[in-house]
């Protein structure tokens, strides 16, 4: 009997302890977060311990996935329309939604590539045939490119060479791999390659106004710690690491 008595006092303990650890906290992000936010991820936990999982991909895909049901914390999207949808279902929690970061946009090509483009006109140019963009029928960085494409006027010379990807991540990847002769992708996904050269940039006043908002989810099990690492995120030093990852903060 007092064994089995020692036996439930040691599950107890267990128990104990595991309820005390904190439960990991699910982000739903842009894929062209992933670096940034896994770095500031790791500064958060030397801090109190949380560890954060992030689900990455298309803005467009991450929010029908928490609309559906998928359970998520925070969501930190590329552009404002697809938190406008969740906010407009009530599916983000009241008081949290911050625009935090901004980006521009470049075309890429390979990094041993010939090609020289002095601007976005060099894109009707009969030696590019395929150009990677995310998706601009949904994913946030294709929307973006077209709008600029959009504003040149180039967008319909240009649309027949796009090669439509799942996210700005597998645009870049696309142009590493030389499936394509160019590409467009944010400013940060380019200075994470080694693969591709910058051709030409877009300056952020001449471009798209590009803007990341970040909330917690209405639904989050752990409304306390996402608000804790929402808090963290958008604090100064959170802001040291966007920018080192070439981001522009907002205020």
């Not at 060479?161 to 700005?168: A, L, S």
Request: net charge positive; hydrophobic share 50%.
């Amino acid at each position: 009997m007092k064994r089995f008595i020692r036996t439930i006092a040691s599950f107890a303990v267990i128990f104990a302890a595991l309820a005390g650890q904190a439960a990991d906290l699910t982000v739903f992000a842009a894929a062209s977060l992933t670096d940034s936010l896994k770095q500031a991820a790791m500064d958060y936990a030397k801090h109190n311990g949380q560890k954060v999982v992030f689900n990455f991909g298309a803005s467009s895909t991450l929010a029908r996935q928490i609309e559906e049901g998928a359970p998520a914390d925070i969501f930190f999207s590329a552009d404002e329309a697809k938190m406008n949808g969740l906010e407009k279902k009530g599916l983000i929690l009241p008081g949290t939604r911050k625009s935090r970061l901004s980006n521009s946009l470049v075309i890429v090509v390979a990094a041993d590539s010939p090609l020289q483009l002095g601007s976005a006109t060099n894109l009707t140019d009969a030696a590019i045939k395929r150009i990677a963009l995310a998706d601009p029928e949904t994913v946030p960085a294709g929307i973006y490119s077209r709008a600029y494409l959009q504003k040149l006027h180039l967008w319909v010379a240009i649309e027949p060479k796009v090669v439509p990807t799942d996210n700005v991540r597998a645009a870049l990847a696309a142009v590493e791999s030389g499936n394509v002769e160019a590409g467009m992708v944010y400013k940060t996904d380019a200075a994470i390659s080694k693969k591709v050269k910058v051709a030409c940039e877009i300056p952020p006043a001449e471009g798209p106004d590009i803007s990341y908002p970040i909330a917690v989810i209405k639904d989050s099990g752990q409304i306390d710690a996402a608000k804790a690492f929402l808090a963290y995120l958008n604090s100064n030093e959170a802001a040291k690491v966007f920018e080192r990852y070439g981001f522009i903060v907002l205020k």
